[in-house]
T-cell receptor
Framework: AQTVTQSQPEMSVQEAETVTLSCTYD???????LFWYKQPPSRQMILVIR??????QNATENRFSVNFQKAAKSFSLKISDSQLGDAAMYFC???????????FGGGTRLMVKP | GAVVSQHPSRVICKSGTSVKIECRSL??????MFWYRQFPKKSLMLMAT?????????EQGVEKDKFLINHASLTLSTLTVTSAHPEDSSFYIC????????????FGPGTRLLVL
């Protein structure tokens, strides 16, 4: 069974600084998808970024980028120029290519200091 | 695009009553919808997966007769908590996968259930 681990329960970053959230996963599959979701206090889950495992290039969405290390089964999220609105719970998730079930990590609470 | 709604956003009910939660994909057809439960400060726990027109697939430990799921159309799935008890109080979230989409799940805003 796949597992997703987020080793940082909480992280803190100064506004305008950069922060990296860690995520590792375990799978025997070679083709899969990885996601980062953000859950602000409203509790609405918002897709931040998606990575296809067959792509070597790291995904980027504006201030959000990932460092995808397939061999190490690592998928970290980098947030640049942190903003107060980035404060939220961040969940890393895995989805196999065959099938559509997401496996979530335990989450990382990100606090942004003004 | 890819908006999912849930109704109601919050519900309070008495123990023993049944509560229905609706999940709708507003601007796309959802071949598959998912129901999650989230406890405070915890991750999402998948309860069941439903495909339009077929029976839901429940995760281990989830009572099928307690949590009834119906996926009657490509835009609507419902979760009915039958004979609710205080331990069913939780935050319930649905998500939907877009037909022919990029394998992404889009989430509803969630429903907070409080059983007195």
């Amino acid at each position: 069974a796949q597992t997703v681990t987020q080793s940082q329960p909480e992280m803190s970053v100064q506004e305008a600084e950069t922060v990296t959230l860690s995520c590792t996963y375990d799978t025997s599959e070679s083709d899969y998808y990885l996601f980062w979701y953000k859950q602000p206090p409203s509790r609405q889950m918002i897709l931040v970024i998606r990575q296809e495992a067959y792509k070597q290039q790291n995904a980027t969405e504006n201030r959000f980028s990932v460092n995808f290390q397939k061999a190490a089964k690592s998928f970290s999220l980098k947030i640049s120029d942190s903003q107060l609105g980035d404060a939220a719970m961040y969940f890393c998730a895995y989805r196999p290519n065959a099938g559509n079930m997401l496996t979530f990590g335990g989450g990382t609470r990100l606090m942004v200091k003004p | 695009g890819a908006v999912v709604s849930q109704h109601p956003s919050r519900v309070i009910c008495k123990s023993g009553t049944s509560v229905k939660i609706e999940c709708r994909s507003l601007d796309f057809q959802a071949t598959t919808m998912f129901w999650y439960r989230q406890f405070p400060k915890k991750s999402l726990m998948l309860m069941a997966t439903s495909n339009e027109g077929s029976k839901a697939t429940y995760e281990q430990g989830v009572e099928k007769d307690k949590f009834l799921i119906n996926h009657a159309s490509l835009t609507l799935s419902t979760l009915t908590v039958t004979s609710a008890h205080p331990e069913d109080s939780s935050f319930y979230i649905c998500s939907a996968s877009q037909r022919g989409g990029l394998e992404t799940q889009y989430f509803g805003p969630g429903t907070r259930l409080l059983v007195l």
